[in-house]
């Protein structure tokens, strides 16, 4: 339960709650409490300013009386006034009876100084008092004291007003942050519901889009890209196994036939060496053909390690078309070779690059009638170096021509030729683990040209 972020989310932000209003609880405290001293040190000024007029104005008598006045209207527990002289004699106060423990005066006003004001706890008085000595021109001291209780009041039941508040910020700051957490945290418990039911098995389901939050959103869109990509992956599996049954079925059937044929007839030896011989070719077929079909498949999941040396393409290019012109020329085909430059330097793999050269330049004779043209072109340009194979033969039918890089997939025309139709997947996957790419084109029924595209060497 604790573990839940929902549950964190609301602790940390309760908490910051607290540690907020505490702060902003602390800084009022504060203004009011200076506010409060600078109140009462003012109150005092003015009664001793008071009193020097009406001692200058109505003597000593008419002090003693307001003395009595101002500690009756105040409290005469709460508050003090008295006039002493040089020797710290009383001349005049007002009633001391609750103030029995005051310091002498002289004591509290360090010689030279004309007024200041001290704050002394005194033995019987529950608040400390504040307290103003003032030195009089002619020597005397006038004094006046005053307990901090009404101050000390109103800080009390701030602190007790801000008590309870406090109390009801946490709980009411709790509660809000929970639904917030909550209605945070929706969002990904609704991805995560979603992602238990396809993971459950549903591969068709997606997550739905909705206004969880644009975190929230891009986590369902990723979630959906991944969801689609294993769909695929699937289904290109499906298709892959289905396609591998298919073409080793039939081989392994022919075999089976011959085979049998060898056991049930009665024929010569001649006839069963040519049986022997079919046996072997389909098996090689066979074996070739199965060999593509792992090779591809590690390239694809990057399990093949294809070291990458500088080449130069322009050589390779020239061994492989000398290597398949008598191929050519058996079908009267002229296999033409052009380069812009006789060092066409590639970070490539030889035998990689050989056998994308073969099946292209053996899908190129194979399809093109006799009496053909087959060009073969090398360009350098400065950062890139474009290989093209074209052809005049029947082209490629728009509707094929994204669908001839899968595995197994054969078009129309090679329904009567020999082939796997894993020549051009492997071709794409060698010029993908050399950061190139592949395209073709054809107006679908005069000629195919392919144009492959690789990076100069670094
Ligand atoms: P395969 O040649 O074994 O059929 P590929 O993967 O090499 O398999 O080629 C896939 C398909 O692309 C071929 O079946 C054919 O329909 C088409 N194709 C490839 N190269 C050419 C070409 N030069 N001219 C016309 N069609 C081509």
Same mark, same amino acid.
């Given at each position: 339960?604790? =573990? ?32 409060? @001293? ?6 005092? *000024? ?8 009406? =001692? ?19 409290? &005469?527990?709460? +508050?003090?006034f ?6 710290? /004699? ?9 103030? $029995?423990?005051l310091?002498?005066?002289i004591?509290?006003?360090?010689? !030279?100084? $004309?007024?200041l004001?001290? =704050? ?38 701030? @602190? ?18 929970? %639904? ?8 990904? &418990?609704?991805? $995560? ?16 889009s909705?206004? *969880?939050? &644009? ?7 990723? #979630? ?5 990509? +294993? ?9 892959? +196994? ?6 080793? =079925?039939?081989?392994? $059937?022919?075999?089976? /036939? ?15 060496q040519?049986?022997a ?7 090689d ?14 390239i ?25 012109q ?12 052009? %380069? ?25 004779? &194979? ?20 290989? !093209?194979?074209?052809?005049? !033969?029947?082209?490629?039918p ?6 001839? %890089?899968?595995? #197994?997939?054969? /078009? ?10 894993? !020549? ?8 993908q ?12 029924n005069?000629?195919?040209? %392919? ?8």
């Amino acid at each position: 339960m604790f =573990r839940t972020v929902c549950l964190r989310l609301t602790l940390w932000y309760t908490l910051l709650f607290g540690l907020l209003s505490l702060g902003a609880f602390l800084l009022v405290y504060i203004h009011i409490a200076h506010g409060l @001293r600078l109140r009462t040190d003012d109150q005092l *000024r003015a009664t001793v300013r008071e009193f020097v007029q009406t =001692r200058k104005e109505r003597g000593l008598i008419g002090l003693q009386n307001e003395f009595n006045l101002e500690a009756a209207a105040t409290g &005469k527990e709460r +508050i003090f006034f008295r006039l002493l002289d040089q020797n710290g /004699g009383r001349v005049a106060s007002s009633d001391l009876s609750s103030w $029995t423990a005051l310091p002498s005066a002289i004591s509290l006003l360090p010689a !030279g100084a $004309t007024a200041l004001i001290t =704050r002394i706890q005194l033995p019987g008085h529950s608040r400390p008092v504040r307290v103003l000595t003032t030195r009089l021109d002619d020597g005397f001291l006038l004094q006046t004291g005053l307990t901090l209780q009404d101050n000390d009041q109103v800080l009390e039941s701030y @602190r007790e007003t801000f008590s309870t508040a406090f109390l009801l910020i946490l709980i009411l700051g709790g509660i809000g942050a929970f %639904f917030i957490a909550r209605r945070a945290m929706g969002g990904v &418990k609704e991805v $995560t519901e979603a992602a238990a039911r396809i993971a459950a098995g549903n591969l068709e389901q997606s997550i739905s889009s909705g206004n *969880r939050g &644009k975190e929230i959103e891009t986590l369902a869109t990723v #979630f959906n890209t991944m969801q689609e990509r +294993i769909a695929g992956l699937i289904d290109e599996l499906k298709t892959v +196994i289905n396609n591998v049954a298919h073409d080793l =079925r039939m081989p392994i $059937t022919r075999i089976r /036939g011959v085979a049998e044929t060898t056991l049930t007839g009665d024929a010569a030896l001649s006839h069963y060496q040519d049986m022997a011989v079919t046996v072997i070719e389909e098996s090689d077929r066979l074996v070739v053909q199965i060999n593509t079909i792992l090779e591809l498949a590690e390239i694809d999941a990057g399990l093949k390690v294809m070291p990458l040396e500088k080449l130069n393409l322009t050589q390779v290019v020239q061994k492989a078309v000398e290597l398949y012109q008598p191929a050519a020329e058996t079908k009267k085909i002229s296999l033409q070779l052009k %380069f812009s430059s006789t060092h066409c330097l590639i970070d490539g793999n030889l035998p990689a690059l050989q056998r994308l050269l073969a099946n292209l330049l053996d899908n190129a004779i &194979k399809f093109t009638p006799a009496l053909g043209r087959i060009s073969i072109t090398l360009t350098m340009e400065q950062k890139k170096i474009l290989l !093209g194979i074209a052809d005049n !033969g029947p082209g490629i039918p728009a509707e094929e021509q994204n669908r001839i %890089f899968d595995r #197994f997939y054969r /078009g129309d025309i090679s329904r009567s030729s020999a082939g796997s139709g894993l !020549g051009l997947a492997l071709v794409q996957s060698i010029v993908q683990a050399h950061h190139g790419t592949i395209t073709v084109e054809s107006d679908g029924n005069s000629g195919s040209s %392919f144009l492959i595209n690789l990076p100069v060497t670094k």
